[in-house]
C-alpha cells in the first residue's frame, strides 16, 4: 500500500446507553491524504472523529475496535495521556469558527496558548511562533492582528486564525468537522485552498466531516460513505463520483442539484427517514429506503467488500444491479 | 451634518495605556474622588481624626455638629458618651471598610472557585458543592455567627471569617450556572481539543467570562457586609467596644434618634456613599471588562 499509515482505525464500535450507535468503521490515513467521511446528519460521522481525539460526550463509549497513531495504539490512553496527543499529534476545527475562539482572549495569546500547552517554551517565543502561523494563514497585517480580539475579526479570518491553532504544533492529523458550512461560498474556496496547500507544507492527514459534495469533489483523496452508524461505501474520490456502488451513494450523488438543469425536472430526493437508533432496521440499514432492496437485504446484514480488487470497498448484496 | 461629524471624532485613536486609562476614569471621576476620598481617610485616620475616637468628655454630651466646647470644635457633634462623633466616624470606616473588603474577598474567592469546579466537572463534584451551597444557604446567618464567636471568640478576624464563610453561596451558585454554560460554548471545547490544561481552562477562559456578574454581586455584597457588621456588633458578635466601626455607631445612635438626629445620619450618609459609589464603578467595571465595549 505504498507510505504507512499515520492514523487508523479498526474495526470501531461506539455505544450510548447499550445502544450501538457507529460499528464496524474501519479506516486508515496516510501522511498528506485527505479522507473524506460523508453522510446525513446522525450517521455518525461525527462520533467516529470525537473517538479518534479521544473526546467522546460522557454517555457514549467505545465498546469495540481500536485507534491507532503510527503504532500506538490510543483508544485506551489516560486522559492525560490523550491530552498531551491533542493539539500536539491531532488537532481538530469546527464550523462557525467564531465562536470557538474566546471572545475575551487575544488571537496571540490563544495561538500562542496551543504551542505551550505541548512545549515548554516562554511566552515571547510562543508569540512569535504566533505571528509566524498568522503569516503562514495569510492573515494580512499579522502585527497588529496578533493584539486584536475575535469580535474584531470575520467568520473567514476566524477560521483562518483556527486552523493557524490547530496546525501550530504541527499534527500528524487534522480532523476538521464541516469546517466551511458556516462561511459563504469565496471565503469557503480560500480556506480550502489554504488547508490544502499547508497539509502539503507540513505533511498533515485531513479526516474532512462533510455534506457538501461539492467540497468532497475539491478536497478529498478519498472518501468514506456512512449511513446509520455503519460504513456503505469507501474508496478513491475519482471512482465514488464516477461509479459510485451503493445505492446510497448513487441516491445521495443523483440529488445534488445541478445549474442550468432544465427546471422543470424535479429534483431526486432519497425517499425516507433516517432510521431511529433504538430501532435499527434488520439486515441492510438501508434496505426500508432502498429501491433494490429485497428479502436478503431484510435479514442478512451486508459486509464491506472490495470491488473487482481494487480499494474500493462496498456494503450492499446487490450493488450490481441499476436503479430504475 | 452634525451626526456624521460627531462620528468622525468618535474614531479612537491609538494612544498609550496610561492616557487611556485616564480618560477612561474621567467618565467616572465624581465616582472615583468619593471612593478615594474614603479610602484615604480611611488609611489616614490618625493623622485626618480631630479627636482620639475613644476620649470621652460626659459634659459634652449628644451635642449637636458645629458645638465649640473647651476651645474644640466638634464639627459633627457628639455622641451619647461625649466622644466626637467625626473621630468615630473616620475610625470606622477603617474598620468598615476592611471587614467589607476582606469578607467579600474571602466570599468571593471561595465561591467562585467551588462554583467553577462544580459547573465544569458536573458530575459527583457538582452533586457535592451544590449540596454544600444548599446546606450553608439553609442555616441561618446569625446562628452561625453566634456558633463561631461562641467557639472562637468575638474579635474582627472571626468577623471577617463568619462573614466570608456565610456569604459565599451566592458567588457558588452564579459562578455555576455561567459556567455550566460556558462549558457547553465551542471555544471551551476547542481549547480542550487543543489540549490545554484544566486549570488553564478554568482560570484563563472560564473564568473571565463569567466576572462580570461575579463583580456585580461583589459590589453589591460590599455594602451588605457593612450592614451585616453592624447587625453583629449590634449583638455584640463584631466589633467590641468602645472599638468604633459604622455600623456600631448606627445601632447604638438608633437608641438617640429622637433627641440626637445627628449620631445615626452622618455614617449613613457616609455608608450610603460609599455603597453608591462602589456599586456603580462596579457597574461601570463590568462593562468596560469586555473588550466588546471598548471601542464604541
Redesign the interface.
Known amino acids: 500500500m505504498g507510505a504507512p499509515l499515520i492514523f487508523e482505525v479498526k474495526d470501531l464500535a461506539i455505544a450510548i446507553d447499550e445502544i450501538d450507535i457507529v460499528s464496524n468503521v474501519s479506516f486508515g490515513l496516510k501522511s498528506r491524504e485527505t479522507m473524506a467521511l460523508v453522510g446525513e446528519s446522525g450517521c455518525g460521522k461525527s462520533l467516529t472523529a470525537l473517538a479518534g481525539?479521544g473526546?467522546l460526550p460522557e454517555v457514549a463509549q467505545i465498546k469495540k475496535g481500536s485507534i491507532y497513531l503510527q503504532d500506538r495504539e490510543i483508544s485506551n490512553l489516560s486522559e492525560k495521556q490523550m491530552?498531551?496527543?491533542?493539539?500536539?499529534d491531532i488537532?481538530?476545527?469546527?464550523q462557525?469558527p467564531s465562536?470557538?475562539?474566546?471572545?475575551?482572549?487575544t488571537i496571540g495569546k490563544q495561538i500562542a496558548?496551543?504551542v505551550r500547552?505541548?512545549h515548554d517554551i516562554a511566552q515571547q517565543d510562543a508569540m512569535r511562533e504566533s505571528l509566524r502561523m498568522l503569516n503562514m494563514v495569510g492573515i494580512p497585517e499579522p502585527e497588529t492582528r496578533l493584539k486584536q480580539?475575535p469580535?474584531?475579526l470575520s467568520g473567514g479570518m476566524c477560521q483562518r486564525i483556527?486552523i493557524a491553532?490547530?496546525l501550530i504544533c504541527e499534527p500528524m492529523l487534522l480532523i476538521a468537522d464541516e469546517p466551511t458550512t458556516a462561511l459563504d461560498v469565496t471565503i469557503q474556496a480560500q480556506t480550502l485552498d489554504l488547508m490544502r496547500s499547508l497539509k502539503e507544507e507540513t505533511g498533515t492527514a485531513i479526516l474532512l466531516i462533510t455534506h457538501d459534495m461539492g467540497v468532497v469533489a475539491d478536497m478529498a483523496d478519498r472518501v468514506m460513505v456512512m449511513y446509520a452508524g455503519n460504513v456503505v461505501e469507501q474508496g478513491d474520490v475519482f471512482e465514488i463520483f464516477k461509479q459510485p456502488h451503493h445505492p446510497y451513494t448513487r441516491l445521495l450523488l443523483s440529488s445534488i442539484p445541478h445549474i442550468g438543469k432544465n427546471r422543470k425536472e424535479k429534483l431526486n430526493v432519497i425517499k425516507g427517514m433516517v432510521p431511529d437508533i433504538h430501532n435499527w432496521p434488520t439486515g441492510c440499514r438501508f434496505h426500508p429506503r432502498c429501491p433494490l432492496a429485497d428479502e436478503t437485504c431484510r435479514t442478512k446484514t451486508p459486509e464491506l467488500q472490495s470491488i473487482e480488487n481494487m480499494d474500493h470497498f462496498v456494503a450492499c448484496w446487490h450493488h450490481t444491479l441499476e436503479i430504475k | 451634518m452634525s451626526n456624521i461629524s460627531s462620528e468622525v471624532e468618535m474614531i479612537p485613536e491609538r494612544s498609550s495605556k496610561l492616557s487611556i486609562f485616564f480618560s477612561e476614569v474621567r467618565q467616572i471621576w465624581p465616582l472615583c474622588i468619593i471612593f478615594g476620598f474614603f479610602m484615604l481617610v480611611a488609611v489616614f485616620a490618625p493623622l485626618v481624626a480631630p479627636f482620639d475616637p475613644d476620649f470621652q468628655n460626659l459634659m459634652a454630651r449628644l451635642k449637636p455638629p458645629g458645638t465649640l466646647i473647651g476651645g474644640k470644635m466638634y464639627w459633627l457633634g457628639s455622641d451619647q458618651l461625649g466622644r466626637d462623633l467625626l473621630s468615630r466616624v473616620i475610625y470606622g470606616g477603617r474598620i468598615s471598610i476592611s471587614i467589607a473588603v476582606l469578607s467579600v474577598s474571602v466570599s468571593t474567592v471561595i465561591g467562585s472557585w467551588l462554583g467553577l469546579m462544580a459547573g465544569y466537572y458536573r458530575g459527583v463534584v457538582e452533586i457535592v458543592i451544590m449540596r454544600i451551597v444548599d446546606i450553608v444557604l439553609s442555616i441561618p446567618a446569625i446562628l452561625l455567627a453566634i456558633i463561631t464567636v461562641a467557639v472562637l471568640g468575638p474579635g474582627l478576624n472571626n468577623l471577617v471569617l463568619v462573614l466570608g464563610l456565610t456569604r459565599w453561596p451566592r458567588y457558588a451558585r452564579v459562578a455555576y450556572a455561567q459556567s455550566m454554560g460556558l462549558s457547553k460554548?465551542?471555544?471551551i471545547?476547542?481549547?480542550?481539543?487543543?489540549?490545554?490544561?484544566v486549570n488553564?481552562i478554568l482560570w484563563?477562559?472560564i473564568f473571565?467570562?463569567i466576572v462580570a456578574p461575579l463583580l456585580v454581586i461583589a459590589t453589591l455584597e460590599f455594602g451588605l457586609m457593612i450592614l451585616f457588621e453592624a447587625g453583629l456588633s449590634f449583638l455584640g458578635l463584631g466589633v467590641q467596644p468602645p472599638t468604633s466601626s459604622w455600623g456600631s455607631i448606627l445601632s447604638v445612635g438608633r437608641n438617640y434618634i429622637g433627641i440626637a438626629w445627628w449620631i445615626v445620619t452622618l455614617p449613613g450618609i457616609c455608608l450610603f456613599l460609599l455603597v453608591l459609589s462602589i456599586n456603580m464603578i462596579g457597574d461601570y467595571l463590568r462593562d468596560r471588562?469586555?473588550?466588546?465595549f471598548k471601542?464604541r
Do not use: C, Q
Not at chain 1, 491530552?83 to 500536539?88: D, E, P
Not at chain 1, 488537532?91 to 469546527?94: G, L, P, V, Y
Open positions: 481525539i473526546l491530552r498531551s496527543i491533542r493539539g500536539n488537532s481538530m476545527i469546527f462557525e465562536s470557538t475562539l474566546d471572545p475575551l482572549m496558548e496551543a500547552a505541548h480580539y469580535f474584531e483556527m491553532i490547530a | 460554548m465551542n471555544y471545547k476547542s481549547a480542550e481539543f487543543t489540549g490545554v490544561s488553564r484563563r477562559h473571565p467570562n471588562i469586555d473588550p466588546r471601542k
